[in-house]
DNA sequence: CAGCATCCTCCATGATACTG
DNA sequence: CAGTATCATGGAGGATGCTG
């Protein structure tokens, strides 16, 4: 997985057969587009909930502990404008409309989840990593 | 929130095999841990370009383009508190001081570039379900 | 139930200046 | 070179109230 590539930049982030696009305004090639939506604090819990199954608003909103209307609205509408999910609105009384991840989410869903078990599997060594730096560290401010 | 919750909830994100953790104050199992530090506006970059071989501060913030010297030092600090990032100080004048990913860092950066990869090779599909989005959905302000 | 509209707060990031 | 210190700000996110 790591030909022999002289200087790269950190946009040749794939290795050799990755476009280095190379563009000084687009220096991450459409990768923070992507990287936005996962690093946003919800989309995440939104799309791993939402890879158990399609899931109602209400639904995802209690399975989602701790986040607000507002911002599922927010990252729903974001999800679906990005493709990686679909909307559907049962013309009922009350409404219901119901969410579920297209294809392309469903493949996000396997490196999020890959990432998830990762943090798993490495939280008890960062957590002594983190406290071995603060005691080394008393006042450092970094958080 | 319900004690005993048989449903299942954003948590046992894994699958069956993950813990669920079920803790109703870390609902996402220390997975934000990660998620924050993967999902801030650099740190990937930075990582993806420390991927490539040890780097010198300045060499970093030439190759990260646009970050700002104050990010570069909270990021790197920040990583290397976590323990994914090595920081080697040379007693030299000037200083030099060179960053590279510990072994854990290293193994963060195989599942950043696979998320890089996707992200590379579902940018256009992405594009293209913005683009509709935005004309069947005129003005709604979502971004 | 599934939202939208407002207001408000705080923090991540940026800009700038200075230092060993 | 490799930072620290300080100030400013935009926008993410929270709280609340209302609606079809």
Not at 52 to 60: A, D, H, K, T, Y
Not at 66 to 76: A, E, F
Request: overall charge negative; hydrophobic content about 35%; proline content about 6%.
């Amino acid at each position: 997985m790591s030909p022999g590539h002289t200087e790269v930049t950190v946009e040749a982030v794939g290795a050799a057969e990755l476009e280095p696009c190379g563009q000084p305004e687009h220096p991450d090639c459409g990768i923070r587009d992507v990287l936005d939506r996962v690093g946003d604090k919800w989309s995440v819990l939104v799309i791993v909930e939402l890879s158990n199954g399609p899931r109602r608003f209400r639904q995802l909103q209690r399975a989602v502990d701790g986040i607000s209307q507002r911002m599922l609205t927010l990252t729903v509408r974001r999800l679906e404008r990005d493709g990686l999910v679909l909307r559907t609105v049962y013309p009922t009384v009350p409404a219901q409309v119901d969410y579920r991840l297209t294809e392309t989410g469903a493949g996000l869903t396997h490196l999020v989840k890959a990432l998830a078990e990762w943090s798993l599997e490495h939280r008890d060594t960062i957590a002594r990593a983190r406290q071995s730096y603060d005691q080394e560290h008393p006042g450092s401010g970094i958080r």
